[in-house]
């Protein structure tokens, strides 16, 4: 059912003519996430009517076999029964197209050219759902090829996957090979966690209203969690996270846009480049986690892996103990870590990020912390000390925001407790929440790139990455911590806040 305040509200560009061409076709991300967004950008008319699909991809399928696995894909991952029989994939299926070949061979790149023509559209958006390693030559085959160049009356953009290098040196390289054949202005590196509903109105909940921008600051604040944490293990991902782990794989680029948003000053207006400058300025203002070569990190940030358990009512294996796992390894599943900002408006104000598979919950969320009352006038009437207030917003799986606050409980006596508000996407708008993918797909198609990293924050963020794991690589693997699966990480956890006479948030 639709919400007539949002119909009276929506003001929704469409892309021109254009075409999509996903290297990688054949692969899990398509399969997952790419072709149900392209069928619900259809479904939901954001689409153009020229606008077409182009799968790229080592295995030799046909036009008609690639529009088979859309369909499947549609069955598994958006929920459509018969997709032979919906109006909307039959007319998407139609505009499906397949080419076969190596990724680095320039018989390929000119058959693409080929088709491209063909279609006639103003505007290709490339989608590299490929392998990091081959991130390069493919770039380079573009734009040998001339495929990277914008033509006069139209536009070529491409979508980079993270993760976008491994450490700041492969981060420069990554981007010194792209910026020889595209434009910053043509680069979309991809965050999905930018995309979910949230994350967005973090802006809006900022910015939008009087009441919140004037206490977000040093003065009202006591410090900032950043919580991701996953229930699964490494899964069928064990090639990739051995040679990635949590620090790579959720902070460099998840937890630390999160905390940019949180952390930017006001921008001057609702622009790419506004919001990503103010961005760039809250991280680059984020104290090293090493100071020098000399000075020990753990003071700052705590690494643990995971040992046999049970999570959500299952006995599962020590991370040690899964398939394509190195018996030593040393690699970490979990993350916690405190960053300081050397800024005006936090001066003083730590932010604790923390990440990791195999915990008791899957949930992502921001909690801001604020400070208690000057004075507690309450503390003779009440048994127990008046909580802090708390702003917590719920990224997954409950979209949302809260506010939690002190209210007097029902009776003669002046006794206290705290309350939460509960604001959910789902309750308050009705219908589905967009998933990532749509929103971040329709924004390149549209060359909107607000919700995408920048080469600098992109640089920022490793520099501040990659001394820590320099650091853990003189490390014996003996000593990773490990933690019990279904635990909430190691005890050095919960140490790394006791210091500062604080404690984790319970999820």
Same mark, same amino acid.
């Given at each position: ?31 997952? !996430? ?30 008609? =076999? ?9 069955? %598994? ?11 909307? =994939?039959?007319?998407?299926? !139609? ?44 770039? $380079? ?19 980079? $996957? ?49 009441? @919140? ?16 944490? %996953?229930?699964?293990?490494? %899964? ?7 040679? =990635?782990? =949590? ?17 930017? %000053? ?12 103010? !961005? ?70 730590? @932010? ?131 933690? $019990? ?23």
């Amino acid at each position: 059912m639709s919400n007539p305040l949002l119909d009276n509200l929506r003001i929704e560009p469409t892309p021109g003519p254009s075409v999509l061409v996903i290297f990688g076709a054949s692969g899990d991300l398509t399969r997952r !996430k790419l072709l149900p967004a392209i069928y619900q950008l259809s479904r939901a008319h954001r689409l153009p009517a020229q606008f077409s699909i182009i799968g790229v991809a080592r295995s030799p399928l046909t036009d008609e =076999a690639f529009r088979e696995q859309f369909q499947e894909s549609l069955k %598994e991952f958006a929920g459509l029964e018969s997709p032979s029989q919906d109006d909307v =994939a039959r007319s998407v299926a !139609k505009r499906i197209h397949y080419i076969a070949g190596e990724l680095d061979s320039p018989e390929l790149y000119r058959r693409l050219a080929e088709r491209l023509r063909e279609t006639g559209a103003d505007g290709v958006l490339f989608y590299l759902a490929i392998p990091p390693s081959v991130y390069a030559s493919v770039a $380079e085959r573009l734009g040998e090829a001339g495929l990277s160049k914008p033509q006069p009356h139209g536009w070529r953009r491409v979508i980079v $996957e993270k993760p976008f290098g491994v450490d700041l040196e492969s981060a420069r390289s990554l981007n010194a090979v792209l910026h020889q054949y595209f434009d910053e202005e043509q680069i979309f590196r991809i965050d999905h966690y930018l995309g979910k509903e949230t994350v967005q109105n973090l802006l809006v909940f900022r910015f939008g209203n009087g009441m @919140f921008e004037p206490i977000w600051n040093r003065r009202y604040i006591d410090h900032v969690q950043i919580a991701a944490a %996953e229930t699964v293990g490494v %899964e069928r991902r064990a090639a990739y996270y051995e040679g =990635a782990g =949590a620090l790579r794989d959720m902070v460099q680029n998840h937890l630390m846009q999160l905390l940019a948003l949180v952390a930017m %000053e006001p921008p001057t207006a609702f622009t790419a480049a506004s919001v990503r400058d103010r !961005k760039m300025d809250a991280l680059a203002s984020a104290q090293p986690l090493v100071m020098n070569e000399s000075a020990r990190a753990d003071a700052k940030i705590v690494r643990g892996q995971y040992a046999a358990g049970w999570v959500t009512g299952d006995e599962v294996p020590a991370y040690r103990e899964e398939p394509g796992v190195d018996p030593r390894s040393a690699t970490e599943t979990y993350v916690s870590l405190r960053l300081d900002l050397d800024s005006w408006r936090w001066a003083g104000v730590p @932010f604790y990020l923390r990440t990791g598979k195999r915990l008791p919950k899957r949930i992502t969320e921001i909690a801001i912390q604020f400070k208690r009352p000057p004075l507690e006038i309450f503390r003779r009437v009440t048994p127990t000390s008046v909580s802090p207030n708390l702003l917590i917003v719920n990224v997954q799986p409950d979209e949302g925001i809260s506010v939690r606050f002190q209210a007097k409980l029902p009776g003669t006596r002046m006794q206290v407790a705290p309350v939460m508000m509960n604001f959910r996407y789902g309750s308050a708008f009705g219908g589905s929440v967009p998933e990532a993918y749509e929103t971040l797909l329709l924004d390149a198609l549209l060359g909107d790139a607000t919700l995408f990293a920048r080469h600098d924050f992109v640089e920022a963020s490793w520099a501040l990455i990659t001394p820590v794991h320099q650091w853990w690589e003189q490390e014996a693997s003996a000593s990773v911590p490990t933690y $019990e699966a279904g635990h909430w990480g190691p005890p050095d956890a919960d140490a790394l806040l006791a210091r500062d006479g604080r404690r984790w948030r319970t999820l």
